[in-house]
């Protein structure tokens, strides 16, 4: 692994409600020095759910997003509360968002989204042994629950619906997980 | 589809180099008003390259990541730059991060990074037909150039190192992408 740069100095340059942004000035190895803006990571992370039901579909939800300014179809996520472990977060948040609680647990893989911008990390995890359970979250509207075969998932990132770069390669992924695991 | 939430305004709230924040206010079809923030959208978009050799070896790079602080592998990328095509934008990366042209490019798929709050859309393209070609690019230390066999795709998203969702995704896109292709 190459030597990490030296952080000569981390500078706060603007601060909304959600978001910080930060200058990281940088020195490689090789002695040329760079500054970087990128959003300061807060919180405790967020979790990403692929719910698999007894007849390996999963579930997934149409809600509105806001950066694009349109309904999207997605996994179901969130960010991890205070307190929270990333199991009992997940199981939150699939509980508010699609109205499943999940006695089976299983963490499989930290993501970044755009490391060389943001710290922000989610933990995927799969859901099973769902049950139907609802709890009320601070969704403005109720999201749209749609079962997918997994079988099928070839198709779906064919959609232009479904374009999230993590919820596809969670799914693919769980599909890989499925299939080692049923050998 | 359901009906979308009315934008009632949009508010700038914070602004540095490279970001904008902004506020989105909305009015949900049931009546329900939220205000949600926001990256900016600026620029031309992106482009992601999933550079596959004869042998079915993809290009991957180990650069360092501002967000995480840490190296990570993943694969070349980098924003469009203006008058530039998504193919013409893709070779060019390829020619900087990873020393590679492409003589054959096909547009993959439009992802999105986190569509809750930034606008960001990537554009995936599959280059063949590679030849060794080194342009300077602005990277502060020459990256270093991987080749994966493509077939042993499922070792290397369980890597710490590799944590990228839309790198994944693009990987298991292209391996079905290409196993279609070839049937």
Redesign the interface.
Known sequence: ??V??E?LKVTP???????Q?E??K?R???G???T????A?RGNGAVMIVAVDAQEHVILI???????????L?LPKGLIDPGETPHIAADRELKEEAGFGANRLHTL??????????????TVIIARDLYPCKLEGDE??PM?VIRWPLARL?EL??Q?EF????????L??TR?FLAVEGQ
């Open positions: 692994m190459p990490k740069p952080v340059t603007a601060r909304s409600r959600l978001f942004v200058e990281l940088l490689f190895s090789n040329v020095e760079r970087y803006e990128r959003l990571s149409r809600e509105y997003a806001g950066g694009i300014e349109d309904y999207t997605t893989k930290k993501m970044t989204a755009a490391p060389n911008y943001m710290g922000h990390r989610i403005p509207e749209e070839d990132v064919l232009d374009t999230e770069g993590r919820a596809i390669a969670a693919y992924m890989h």
